[in-house]
């Protein structure tokens, strides 16, 4: 049986991260909203990868409702290179405890260039970064959150989809 790659990806650092490992598992690639639900037993292996925004995943709601009774790989990909306390909420936000048992949960380091952002996003973009600035001793994340507002970042690499792939194939023998 064969295996796919879903992603949501709106700057294109997931579809990146999901056609390396597509590529690398030898799996089909597909943008989730073509994915079709009746689709879903063709599949053994199902990956999911999307960006986070403002905390949540992107689609993790029918993704979730989707494979309630089909454990998936899923990952996350978000603006912060690997903060443990990030990724914490990252999951907290997104996920009850017992979907992190039956799904298997990554973390990929994405990146982030604020001067991309238009319209309504832009304007609370704005207003978080003059909170930042003007609050005073600032955690280590809040620090990196500010330098992201001036500098862009991109962690995106190929090294980061190891344990996906590995983990992936250790299921398999
Ligand atoms: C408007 C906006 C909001 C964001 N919110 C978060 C966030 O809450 N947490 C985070 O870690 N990264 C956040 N990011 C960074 C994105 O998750 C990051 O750019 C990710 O790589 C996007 O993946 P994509 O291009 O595949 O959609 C945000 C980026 C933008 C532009």
Known sequence: MKGIVLYKSKYGHTKQYATWIADDL???????????KRDIDSYETIIFGSGVYMGKMNQIKPIL???SNKPMII???AGNPGLEKEINDIK???FNPKDLTYHKFFYLPGGVDF?????FMKLLINMFHFILKHKKNLTNDEKQILKGYTDPTYYVDKKYIKDIVDYVKSNKK
């Not at 001067?115 to 319209?119: I, T, Y």
């Open 92 to 94: 907290e936000t997104n």
């Open 75 to 77: 990952f996350a990909c």
């Open 26 to 36: 030898d799996f089909e690639l597909k943008d989730f909203s073509k994915f079709n």
């Open 65 to 67: 409702k989707m494979f």
């Open 115 to 119: 001067s991309k952002v238009k319209g």
